[in-house]
């Protein structure tokens, strides 16, 4: 354990708490002042452009990541929703890149919308990928008999 004083005050652990409170503290200060040029500018413009590229392409990564790997299912747990996916579904989503590529296009251009939506009519500022996947179900589309189905990923809330 880290210390800088003769006395042998511990030091290391209180620094890193104290480092990751801050960081939490200015990444809050700086989603503030981003809702609050997109409160200013109507969600429209350049700074919505400039915002939303920013915000797919994070999302993108993060939810790709998650996909993958089917660390989603864990992160959904934790906001209170079960989702039910067999292990082929589960499979498949890891490995089929055209499959996450049209789940992340269209879960993120929806969550945008939405945030684009709030933000117009003063509700406020959210996370993206919570505000999506706490009020979205994926449901397969209708296909042939002869098409591959996809996987089915009924969300309920717990």
């Known amino acids: 354990m880290a210390t800088d004083s003769p006395s042998g005050t511990a030091t290391g652990a209180i620094e890193d708490v104290i480092d990751e409170a801050t ?21 429209r413009g ?13 999302a993108k990564a993060v939810l790709d990541a998650w996909l993958r790997t089917g660390a989603i299912y864990g992160e959904l747990g934790k906001c209170r929703i079960h989702v039910e996916a067999s292990e082929r579904q589960r499979f498949r989503l890891a490995f089929n890149e055209d499959l ?3 789940i992340l296009a269209t879960t993120i251009v929806s969550a945008l919308e939405a945030l684009q939506k709030d933000i117009r009519q003063g509700i406020g500022w959210g996370l993206l990928i919570s505000t999506h996947s706490t009020n979205s179900t994926t449901t397969p589309s209708a296909t042939p008999a002869s098409a591959p189905t996809r996987p089915t990923l009924s969300v309920t809330r717990i």
């Open 46 to 58: 350049p700074e919505w452009e400039l915002v939303v590229d920013r915000i797919a392409r994070y």
């Open 23 to 43: 960081d939490k503290l200015d990444e809050a200060a700086a989603e503030w002042e981003i809702h609050q040029l997109l409160v200013e500018c109507g969600a």
């Open 100 to 102: 996450r590529e049209e």
